[in-house]
């Protein structure tokens, strides 16, 4: 349980309740210290847009399912931020897309895995990859605690979903062929940019929003599906992220000299 309750009409509840969420995750293991400030600086970034999934959000959104659905090995890593706030939807993803959880932690405690997969099990999840007792391998490229990944799970996967991720991973999980799937709310990161398909989005909106793409894609065809995915530019998908932020700006700018 959280500490703080927010009155319903509270201007800023979504947000504080959000926020909670993460310091609720901190206080239980799940989030680090360093996660409190990644989320300070994601909600920044989520000012730029308004608080609102755009349509280009929702199109990457629907691209990212369908590179999902149309992989071979698909995966989804988890952190302890992404845990905090939308396990249930990791959850309901994963079963979806067929793509399983993997535990992947820049601030590795053995008590922090263990608070995730609690967490994970708790939504739902009936198995999770990357745990301490699980065969792993090391990706080369790294030299940080998130070059150990699971040998049945990242090691293999042709497509990994990142949510809230860090850019040396990406380029780590590039670098190796995988293709990558990213949520972030910074359209300029290392990691969006890096990334094969970038949902410029907080994760609270931009995973249910998957999940019900998921749904919807599910009976899909594979060649359609695979028009989706193949079809998705990312560069042309960040440069309109951005012209979004600096025309939401330019509006508030219009309304603050009314």
């Known amino acids: 349980m959280t500490s703080l309750h927010v009155p319903e009409d509270h ?15 901190h206080r239980k293991q799940v989030v680090a210290i360093a996660g409190l400030l990644a989320h300070g600086r994601g909600e920044a970034f989520d000012y730029l847009i ?7 959000a929702k199109a990457a959104c629907r691209a990212a399912v369908a590179a999902m659905l149309t992989a071979k090995h698909p995966m ?3 952190n302890g931020n992404a845990c905090a706030l939308v ?3 990791l959850v309901a993803l994963s079963e979806l897309t067929g793509a399983p959880l993997e535990i992947n932690l ?9 608070a995730i997969l609690s967490v ?17 391998e090391i990706i080369p490229e790294l030299s940080s605690n998130r070059r150990k990944v699971d040998s049945e799970g ?26 990558v799937i990213t949520i972030d709310l910074n359209p300029i990161s290392r990691t969006a940019v890096h990334s094969d398909i970038t949902i410029v989005d907080n994760i609270v909106r931009a995973l249910p929003l998957m999940v019900k793409c998921a749904h919807e894609m599910k009976g899909m065809q594979s060649d359609r599906l695979l028009s989706i995915a193949s079809s998705f530019d990312n560069k042309k998908n ?13 509006t508030k700018a219009r309304e603050e000299l009314q």
């Open 87 to 89: 396990p249930k939807e």
């Open 238 to 250: 960040l440069s309109k992220a951005i012209r979004l932020m600096m025309k939401h700006l330019e």
């Open 120 to 136: 994970l099990t708790d939504a739902g999840a009936k198995e999770v990859y990357g745990t301490m007792e699980r065969p792993s």
């Open 154 to 179: 990242i090691a293999k996967a042709d497509i990994v979903l990142v949510p809230l991720e860090d850019g040396d991973r990406t380029e780590a999980l590039k670098a190796i062929g995988k293709k």
């Open 76 to 78: 989804i890593s988890v």
């Open 11 to 25: 201007p800023r509840k979504v947000s504080l309740d959000v926020r909670e969420k993460i310091i609720d995750g």
């Open 106 to 114: 820049f601030y590795y405690r053995k008590e922090r895995e263990a």
């Open 50 to 56: 308004g608080e609102e999934t755009n349509s280009q």
